[in-house]
């Protein structure tokens, strides 16, 4: 059997004396879609962080494409994460002082693009998550949708071969979620990216090919969709 692309191995993490994780694994395959549910506290977002290379886990293992992440340092965690990955975080990450053209250009830019190329391609993300008008407003001025949309252009825009999106649909309406989502996944699907997709909305990890449960920091289930899936 072929190694997946992204893997976590019992994977523990605690914050002061709160335990986030204990015991989480975690597998993914290129082009895979795999929803990370549970509620709230449940430890999403930190399992997400850890496989995305963000937080270094206390312990257990982290590997992508063979390379033993939590090994990284700080500095080459942030270059893997800059080449190989799309971040939305789920408390946002945009810059305020860049227009909304600027950030969503930045990764570009910081991987030495020229800078009209990295407009352009800016642009173009804009345009298909159907914010192309706020390019040049500053992300202050925009409202909750408004601004996943641009995180969301901003975490495809480098091409990344992971997407890790934390809650990338909470403030969009029924009708948003669904467009945002379509786009997203087809774009993937397309690319041969992987998504790990966080989410405490069933609705939306039903867009998902695979759902890993998290309860009290451990993942409890997995479970495929489609035929056969409970
Ligand atoms: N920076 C932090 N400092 C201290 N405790 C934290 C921190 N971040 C998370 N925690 C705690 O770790 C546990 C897991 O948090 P996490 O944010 O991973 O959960 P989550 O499943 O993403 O929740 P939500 O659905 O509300 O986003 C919770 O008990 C939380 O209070
Ligand atoms: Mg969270």
Same mark, same amino acid.
């Given at each position: 059997m072929s190694e997946p692309l992204l893997s976590g191995r019992n994977l523990r993490k605690a914050y002061d004396r709160t335990s %986030?994780? &204990?015991?989480a694994w975690f597998d993914l395959s290129a082009g895979e879609i795999v929803a990370v549910t549970g509620r709230s506290g449940s430890g999403k977002s930190t399992l997400m962080l850890c496989l995305a290379g963000v937080l270094r886990p206390d312990s257990g293992e982290v590997s992508f494409d063979g390379v033993r992440v939590d090994r990284l340092s700080e500095a080459e965690r942030s270059l893997l994460r800059r080449r190989e990955f799309g971040l939305v975080l789920q408390f946002g990450q945009l810059l305020? +002082?860049?227009t909304v053209d600027d950030n969503v250009a930045l990764p570009l830019l910081l991987d030495g693009r020229p800078r009209r190329d990295a407009r352009s391609a800016a642009r173009m993300w804009l345009e298909r998550f159907g914010?192309? +008008?706020? %390019?040049? %407003?500053?992300?202050?001025?925009?409202s909750g949708g408004e601004l996943q949309r641009v995180a969301l252009a901003r975490a495809l825009v480098t091409g990344p071969r992971i997407v890790f999106a934390d809650e990338?649909?909470? %403030?969009? &309406?029924s009708a948003g979620t669904q467009q945002v989502l379509e786009l997203v996944l087809d774009t993937a699907r397309h690319e041969g990216m992987s998504v790990v997709l966080v989410t405490h909305d069933n609705t939306v990890a039903a867009f998902a090919d695979r759902e890993v449960v998290l309860a009290d920091g451990c993942t409890t289930s997995v479970s495929a969709f489609g035929p056969g899936a409970s």
């Open positions: %986030a994780l &204990d015991a305020p +002082e860049l914010v192309a +008008e706020l %390019a040049l %407003a500053r992300p202050g001025q925009l990338p649909t909470g %403030a969009l &309406d």
